[in-house]
T-cell receptor, first 120, second 114 residues
Framework: DVKVTQSSRYLVKRTGEKVFLECVQD?????MFWYRQDPGLGLRLIYF???????EKGDIPEGYSVSREKKERFSLILESASTNQTSMYLC???????????????????FGPGTRLTVL | AQSVTQPDIHITVSEGASLELRCNYS??????LFWYVQSPGQGLQLLLK??????LVQGIKGFEAEFKRSQSSFNLRKPSVHWSDAAEYFC????????????FGTGTKLQVIP
């Protein structure tokens, strides 16, 4: 059974703290993503990675950084947490698309259960 | 850039009634379209996807969606809703040439009443 796990379900931090959110997938997927989910705003992409040590900014990268030292692990870092970073954080992974045939060039993203981060 | 609009924030239906959740997309070329479901306290799960071929797509849990290019829509339907379908539903669109990056809508929360 495919699985994406996130290090914590709930996390409470103080303003100014450095925060690490960890995500691990056991499916050998090339792509990994970090989203934040807020009521009325849906999911917004923070960063994604398509290979080890490779990363691309998403739509809202400000205040965040990421690290991918191993294929199965993708970390989201809040260098100095602020109250406006209180949110639900979702990690996802997906395999590379097949290059032949009629398969979709987009593959399903598999999501972890999320980390609800509160910054006080 | 692509975008997705889900005009209904919240929908309430009776158990056994039919369901239609609306999704409109904006993208210049043929879009790649998805519907995901998020049950309370859980991550998202793919219900179905469309990228070419038959415009009526069947998914898991008895859901289907119809792609209508003329209306830029990809509405999700189910003929008879079960109480376990109460969840939040997200439509998403992918653009060609990207690294699997998709854009999600703001979601529609479904409440099912007995």
């Amino acid at each position: 059974d495919v699985k994406v796990t996130q290090s914590s379900r709930y996390l409470v931090k103080r303003t100014g703290e450095k925060v690490f959110l960890e995500c691990v997938q056991d499916m050998d997927h090339e792509n990994m993503f970090w989203y934040r989910q807020d009521p009325g705003l849906g999911l917004r992409l923070i960063y994604f990675s398509y290979d080890v040590k490779m990363k691309e900014k998403g739509d809202i990268p400000e205040g965040y950084s990421v690290s991918r030292e191993k294929k199965e692990r993708f970390s989201l870092i809040l260098e100095s947490a602020s109250t406006n970073q209180t949110s639900m954080y979702l990690c996802a992974s997906s395999p590379l698309p097949k290059r032949e045939g009629r398969d979709s060039p987009y593959n399903e993203q598999f999501f972890g259960p999320g980390t609800r981060l509160t910054v006080l | 850039a692509q975008s997705v609009t889900q005009p209904d924030i919240h929908i309430t239906v009776s158990e056994g009634a039919s369901l239609e959740l609306r999704c409109n997309y904006s993208y210049g070329a043929t879009p790649y379209l998805f519907w995901y479901v998020q049950s309370p306290g859980q991550g998202l799960q793919l219900l179905l996807k469309y990228f070419s071929g038959d415009t009526l797509v069947q998914g898991i849990k008895g859901f289907e969606a119809e792609f209508k290019r003329s209306q830029s829509s990809f509405n999700l339907r189910k003929p008879s809703v079960h109480w376990s379908d109460a969840a939040e539903y997200f439509c998403a669109v992918g653009a060609s040439g990207g690294y699997q990056k998709v854009t999600f809508g703001t979601g529609t929360k479904l409440q099912v009443i007995p």
